[in-house]
T-cell receptor
């Protein structure tokens, strides 16, 4: 089954404690991206990757890091989480960014206290 | 710069009534346009997309949208609402010359009243 898998689904952490949210896709997609969803703001892109070892900033990259060492995986790293990073996070993948369907993970609800 | 505006953060319709969710975009070049649906506690899934072919696009679950360049709009419609249509709907735009980004609207929450 074609899917994008994110882990964990729910996470509560404390300010400053490094965390990683994993994302894996089994569709051999080249393009992957991370979004955060906040009430009234819709989805905002954090980072995206066009292929292995190619990543770039989206609209709200501050406080986040990503890596793309393998085609299927695109982890999101919060080196020092802060309460304003409490949000719902989605990973997505597609064959290309422009005119093809993006497949989304189930989401990770992160709370930073 | 590209942007998407969804008018109405909450829309309520009666079961069986017409659904109309509005989306206007801003783009200096021909865009690709999408509607996604998000059911509670789930990720987004594609309803339909416009990629410069037919201006009237049909999607899943009886939804359709019409691309109107003169109005820079891509409104989503469904003739008869079902209870199962209650969800959050997002309009999105991308253009191939922007560095490969998607831009989402702020979403419209659809409530269907029995």
């Amino acid at each position: 089954e074609a899917q994008v898998t994110q882990n964990p689904r729910y996470l509560i952490t404390v300010t400053g404690k490094k965390l990683t949210v994993t994302c894996s896709q089994n569709m051999n997609h080249e393009y992957m991206s991370w979004y955060r969803q906040d009430p009234g703001l819709g989805l905002r892109q954090i980072y995206y990757s066009m292929n292995v070892e190619v990543t770039d900033k989206g609209d709200v990259p501050e406080g986040y890091k990503v890596s793309r060492k393998e085609k299927r995986n695109f982890p999101l790293i919060l080196e020092s989480p802060s309460p304003n990073q409490t949000s719902l996070y989605f990973c997505a993948s597609s064959f290309s960014p422009a005119n093809t369907e993006a497949f989304f993970g189930q989401g990770t609800r992160l709370t930073v206290v | 710069a590209q942007s998407v505006t969804q008018l109405g953060s909450h829309v309520s319709v009666s079961e069986g009534a017409l659904v109309l969710l509005r989306c206007n975009y801003s783009s200096s070049v021909p865009p690709y346009l999408f509607w996604y649906v998000q059911y509670p506690n789930q990720g987004l899934q594609l309803l339909l997309k416009y990629t410069s072919a037919a201006t009237l696009v049909k999607g899943i679950n009886g939804f359709e949208a019409e691309f109107k360049k003169s109005e820079t709009s891509f409104h989503l419609t469904k003739p008869s609402a079902h209870m199962s249509d209650a969800a959050e709907y997002f309009c999105a735009v991308s253009v191939s010359n922007t560095g490969n980004q998607f831009y989402f609207g702020t979403g419209t929450s659809l409530t269907v009243i029995p």
